[in-house]
């Protein structure tokens, strides 16, 4: 009876559900809780427990034969006291691969029997085998649901030292004392304590919400086994917290895609149960700063599958209030974003006597700058106050435990106390994870490596992960060609704004942007729509929010001209408000434009069926995780981290995904492939960063005599003084800002431009070396204070408004060709330190004609255009259409769609035919190709169309 009442327990709640929560079972006697395995204590401050763990009974059998249909047996099978965990195939690579191993698994280990029909129970999806291994001497792959072909493996292997600082596919040969290669299954994952970690800790369901092909939405639920490289970082760190104690760093480099979120949720549920040697506990609350909602939900999710009480994760969404009290009630979890510390400085006290551990996610977006300064002042915060008293003769500073009027503490103890926030504060420990990490992050957060440069604590690098999905294996590059002419010729502008302007007008020309979307439409429609089932999906990335409001209006029109819109449709994601008198007189947002999804993210939005397209402008470039991503369309000059964030929004995996393409508008392959160099393997840098740097900026700053040191003072001392008031800061700054205002434009550049560099590098600098400068420190705050006053100086629009005075007159998009970038060839790439910070000089901005201009743009961008290429033909076919009368007359008594399918077409081709003379290239190309003919009819045929009612709407008011 006991046997079967565990059986139906499982087929009910499944195999992990009973080995952490046990189970209930009432009879005559009562009813009798059941625990089937004492996973491990946290500390050993109840004995019995401890006992009962080592009372768990590890067990395998080979050659389980599992079915009552037929003899097939699996090599071996892992049980956990009574209950099956895990299946395993076992090969030889002297005979058979990793793919027979699994190719067995995908064709002959079917949850269903062929002939009978019948259900395999050992085979089920939770309610047995929780995870299936295939296994060669060579390397390790696992699954986690058995489902025939569909079957979807990962690869839990090593990876394979590539002697530069990276790893690829596979795992490195064994030493004489281990053998085969993936010696570490066996010895290390399978050894007793870490296989009970894993099915305590590791494992979770994941439920996702989807919608099916009828648009319902649907929960699909996966099981989360960690991959090696997460296992390994986990229980380094949780390892090393606990040796090393309080006020350590740790910089982990996991290429995106890799499973970053749950690795982070695991850490955090293990740094919040972390004793030490002696059970004390090393942490008392753990803070996880990230930008990103979904990490939010996601962390909860988890870490509740292993908590079994309520109130273990708390998401802060609200105020500073609610961070506070979760900070004073001792949450175990806390997940919050960097910006809501500002709120709490005066809000949460006592706080240096409790310990943190602060998980960064994508350090490099936060840790380098002011905000991060007062979230290490928030934790830092002592009960006591500082107050210098003078004694004999002589300035004292004496700590005192009781409320004292502010008016008793010194301007110089609340400077001497924000110089100590910059220093890493002794009772907290960052975990900064990061795909990308600049070389600030490594100097914040690396540790010394053999050379003495910081180094990440543990990396799994774009080379071991991108065998996966090389989201460079398939890098398609176009080029756009195009000419202006300029219709007030004499006209003096100043160059290098003119030269901006002139590339944002080509950039932004509805012909431009017409033809791009022809190439982006037809292109995923002919070759990405049918991949994945059907179900792909594609990313483009717009270069501006104007840009992005033309692309989904563009594309949206030709969508419904072509008939496509039944098929598929566009979402647009950009914040804010957009004004574009030339699309509209309305404002543009993502809700009045995304019309039918009621209010919901774009990105949420985005997972249903018929939504194919996402045109993004500096938004979801970052943190973004689509597995249906298959193509990424990019229309914007990407570079540095920026590219690598961008285009690996594709590498996510899904089954049947294979090969995700880029087609790039406007970037150089070489460009793109630099930028990925340096993260490919090991993230290194050249040099730190030289810590005197700050000084020079300062006699730098100095010498230009903006402001005088009896003002610096006279600042610090009101900055400091906790009864200050705004109004007294503005009238110490006032004389420097007269100052500014008084220099040449060109020194007035170069001043802002010095402050701000010497404010960044100030922030970054501070936290990593105890200058203990209040010179310094006093500029910082009396250069904050004027930042906003000489930045002002600069925040006239710098676009030129050219646009009645110049016109695109020829323009070509071509494609260069498909090719592969190898990230594996040429030297290591290697992040460069700051250095020579303001040595620069501003360049003046000479005014010449707006011809010289134009000709000298069209020098760099036209190439060798010709008439086939002339945008004035459409305008010359489009006057010949307008003069027809009998189109006229059908524009009168038709709709738009029905005025296409009259006459249109043949008295368009009459036209081209007439005029072919004197426009052959371009009149025999479009008689020549019949889509090409097809989409000039569609432009053509809306553009007569509204010509005519325009016309036909201005006789009536005349």
């Not at 944002?504 to 020309?509: E, I, M, S």
Request: hydrophobic share 40%; aromatic share 8%.
């Amino acid at each position: 009876m006991f046997t079967k009442r565990v059986a139906d327990q499982l087929n009910k709640h499944g195999t992990l559900h009973l080995l952490r929560h046990g189970f209930k079972d009432s009879g005559s006697n009562g009813t009798t809780k059941f625990f089937l395995c004492q996973f491990r204590p946290a500390h050993k401050k109840n004995m019995q427990l401890w006992e009962l763990y080592e009372k768990n009974r590890m067990t395998a059998i080979r050659q389980l034969h599992y079915s009552l249909n037929n003899e097939k047996s699996f090599d071996m099978v892992l049980f956990v006291n009574g209950l099956p965990v895990a299946t395993t195939e076992l090969k030889t690579d002297m005979t058979q691969s990793i793919k027979d191993a699994i190719d067995q698994y995908k064709k002959d280990r079917l949850p269903r029997d062929l002939k009978s029909k019948e259900l395999e129970p050992l085979l089920q999806f939770k309610t047995r085998a929780l995870v299936h291994f295939a296994v060669s001497t060579d390397e390790v792959f696992m699954a986690t649901k058995l489902d025939g072909d569909k079957t979807y493996f990962l690869p839990f292997n090593l990876g394979r030292p590539d002697g530069a600082g990276g790893a690829g596919a596979g795992n490195p040969p064994a030493s004489k004392e281990h053998g085969y290669p993936t010696w570490y299954l066996w010895k290390l994952v399978w050894s007793r304590d870490v296989w009970l970690d894993i099915l305590g800790n590791f494992l979770h369901i994941e439920v996702k919400e989807m919608q099916d092909k009828a648009g319902k939405k649907v929960t699909k639920e996966s099981l989360i086994f960690p991959r090696f490289h997460q296992l390994d970082a986990v229980l380094r760190l949780v390892r090393g917290a606990g040796d090393e104690g309080v006020g350590q760093v740790y910089l982990i480099q996991h290429s995106a895609g890799s499973g970053k979120s749950n690795t982070i949720a695991w850490t955090a549920h293990r740094l919040a149960n972390l004793h030490s040697a002696q059970d004390n506990k090393v942490f008392d609350t753990v803070i996880v700063i990230t930008d990103r909602r979904v990490l939010d939900r996601q962390l909860q999710e988890t870490i509740s599958q292993f908590e079994h009480k309520a109130g273990a994760v708390q998401k802060i969404d609200q105020n500073s209030e609610q961070l506070a009290k979760a900070l004073n009630d001792g949450v175990p979890v806390i997940i919050t974003t960097l910006q809501k510390f500002q709120f709490i400085l005066q809000k949460v006290q006592g706080l240096k006597d409790k310990k943190f551990a602060l998980i960064v996610d994508e350090a490099h977006s936060s840790q380098s700058g002011s905000a991060a300064q007062k979230l290490r002042r928030a934790l830092t915060t002592d009960t006591k106050k500082v107050v210098t008293v003078e004694l004999d003769g002589a300035e004292v500073d004496v700590d005192v435990d009781v409320e004292i009027d502010p008016e008793d503490v010194t301007s110089e103890d609340i400077i001497n106390q924000v110089m100590l926030s910059r220093q890493r504060p002794a009772n907290v420990s960052y975990f900064a994870f990061t795909a990308t990490p600049k070389s600030k992050t490594l100097e914040l957060f690396g540790r010394p490596g053999t050379d003495g440069l910081p180094v990440p604590f543990h990396v799994y690098s774009m080379r071991q992960a991108i065998f996966i999905l090389d989201v460079l294996k398939r890098y398609m590059s176009y080029k756009t060609f195009y000419k202006l002419g300029s219709t007030a010729a004499e006209k003096m502008v100043p160059q290098m704004k003119a030269k901006k302007t002139l590339g944002r007008f080509a950039v932004l020309h509805a012909y431009n942007i017409a033809q791009k979307i022809v190439v982006i439409v037809e292109h995923f429609r002919e070759f990405i729509a049918p991949k994945l089932g059907g179900h792909a999906k594609a990313m483009v990335v717009t270069d501006s929010r104007l840009a992005a409001v033309r692309y989904k209006l563009a594309m949206d029109k030709y969508l419904k001209e072509m008939g496509y819109d039944k098929e598929m449709k566009a979402l647009v994601a950009f914040s804010g408000e957009v004004q574009d008198p030339e699309s509209g007189t309305d404002d543009f947002s993502e809700r009045s434009m995304n019309v039918g999804i009621k209010g919901q993210e774009p990105s949420d939005a985005f997972k249903e069926e018929v939504y194919r397209v996402l045109l993004v402008a500096n938004k979801y470039q970052t943190g973004f995780d689509q597995p249906l991503l298959q193509a990424m369309y990019v229309d914007k000059r990407l570079s540095g981290v920026m590219a690598v964030q961008t285009l690996s929004r594709l590498n996510r995996m899904a089954p049947g995904k294979e090969d995700p393409f880029v087609l790039d508008f406007v970037n150089k392959p070489e460009e793109i492939l630099a930028s990925f160099k340096p993260y490919f393997r090991t993230a290194e840098v050249e040099d730190v960063t030289d810590p005197n740097i700050v000084h020079e900026l300062q006699v730098k700053l100095d010498k230009a005599k903006v402001y005088f040191p009896n003002e610096i003072e006279q600042y610090a001392k009101a900055f400091f003084d906790l009864k200050c008031k705004q109004a007294s800061l503005m009238y110490i700054l006032k004389p420097a800002k007269d100052r500014f205002y008084d220099l040449e434009d060109e020194d007035a550049e170069q001043f802002r431009k010095d402050l701000g560099t010497f404010l960044r590098l100030y922030d970054f600098l501070s936290q990593i070396i105890p200058y203990g400068d209040a010179d310094l420190e006093k500029l910082y705050s009396f250069g904050k204070g004027l930042m906003p006053m000489v930045a002002a100086r600069n925040s006239g629009s710098s676009i030129l408004e050219l646009d009645s005075d110049v016109q695109l007159t020829h323009y070509r998009i071509q494609k260069l060709g498909e090719q592969t970038l190898d990230l594996a060839t040429g030297e290591l790439v290697k992040l460069k330190p700051a250095s020579d910070a303001g040595s620069g000089t501003t360049q003046t901005d000479e005014e010449k004609k707006l011809a010289e201009i134009v000709d000298k743009m069209n020098d760099l961008f036209s190439g060798e255009l010709t008439e086939a290429d002339l945008v004035g033909y459409v305008t010359t076919i489009k006057g010949k259409l307008l003069e027809s009368e009998t189109l006229a007359e059908q524009a009168e008594s038709n709709t738009e769609q029905q005025f296409g399918m009259g006459d249109f077409k043949d008295i368009m081709m009459d036209i081209i035919i007439d005029g072919q003379e004197s426009h052959n290239k371009i009149a025999g190309q479009l008689l020549q190709d019949d889509r090409t003919f097809a989409i000039m009819q569609g432009m053509l045929a809306k553009m007569v169309f509204d010509g005519f009612k325009r016309a036909a709407a201005q006789r009536l008011t005349v």
